[in-house]
């Protein structure tokens, strides 16, 4: 070797080699959500965002949370109630509808934001890591802030009409635990699919307006004949809604055991498949978004 290249090489300073982390996907449940766990904070910051954006230059604001359910609680009792007289119970009709339209604002909520919560944060997904389930998760956070402002209009209504909740009222939260599942895991399912297939967000409206005509929102199943009722029990969220009148209305007949079952399996699997379907599918959102 040439004399003055060993010089040079003598004295040259060595410089170290940057420490690289490499972060890598666990196929551990565990492992996942303690994860997402320790970035909780940026669950908060979507939420957050989005209700900025949502209610940004309003002029009513958050009061559109409470205008919604009083507009679809007005049309569908003269409806229903007048109209199609349908049995109530012996409560005022508009309760009837009320209460089972909170539920089912909540999930058309949740799937009308969470299905683009993933594809429209391209920015975010392509150049940092963090767990993408918090993204959907995020439109169940915020609408369960608009869900406990119509709990509270909920009960200024029966306080109008006069109707005192039954001992059953205490049991309430179980029924809004189950409907809050079967949104977000339908809310994973849609998030992950439209970041492969764009005409997801075209095919969503679709199922809500659809949805809207199955499920005991405007009328109960005991006003159906008995050889439909089971097939309304597949609805998953028929469960929920039902057994929500029964918690919080006098009167209201609880749902069969063998009707819960029902409907919290195919609940059970909606929630699984969803979460199972979105963790397989999150590795590739980066290269696909």
């Keep these: 070797m040439h004399p003055w290249l060993q010089a040079s090489i003598r004295h040259t300073p060595f410089r170290a080699m940057p420490r690289l982390t490499l972060i890598t996907p666990t196929s551990q449940a565990g492992d996942y959500l303690a994860t997402a766990w320790a970035f909780r904070e940026l669950l908060w910051f979507f939420a957050r965002r989005d209700f900025m954006v949502r209610y940004r230059q309003t002029v009513v604001g958050i009061g559109w949370v409470v205008i919604r359910p009083l507009l679809a609680m007005g049309v569908f009792t003269l409806l229903f109630g007048t109209v199609a007289k349908l049995p109530s119970h012996g409560l005022p009709y508009a309760l009837i509808v009320l209460v089972g339209m ?4 909540f999930l058309a909520a949740v799937l ?6 993933v594809a429209g944060n391209s920015s975010l997904v392509t ?3 963090f767990p993408r389930i918090l993204m959907p998760l995020s439109s169940g956070l915020l609408n369960a802030a608009d869900l406990g402002v119509n709990m509270v209009f909920l009960a200024a209504v029966m306080a109008w009409y006069q109707v005192l909740p039954p001992w059953q009222v205490v049991l309430m939260p179980i029924p809004l635990l189950w409907m809050m599942a079967v949104a977000l895991g339908s809310a994973l399912w849609l998030a992950a699919l439209m970041v492969f297939y764009r005409d997801v967000r075209a095919v969503v409206p679709v199922v809500l ?3 809207m005509l199955v499920t005991p929102v405007a009328w109960c199943v005991a006003a159906l004949p008995p050889e439909l009722k089971w097939w309304v029990w597949l609805n998953p969220l028929a469960g929920p809604v039902e057994l929500l009148r029964w918690c919080v209305l006098p009167g209201m007949v609880m749902p069969g055991p063998k009707a819960l079952l029902l409907s919290g399996v195919v609940s059970v699997a909606i929630v699984w498949s969803g979460y199972a379907f979105f963790r397989r599918s999150e590795a590739r959102f980066a290269d696909v978004v």
């Design 102 to 105: 909170l539920p089912w604002q």
């Design 112 to 117: 009308s934001e969470g299905v683009m919560s």
């Design 127 to 129: 150049k940092t890591y």
């Design 209 to 211: 307006q659809f949805g």
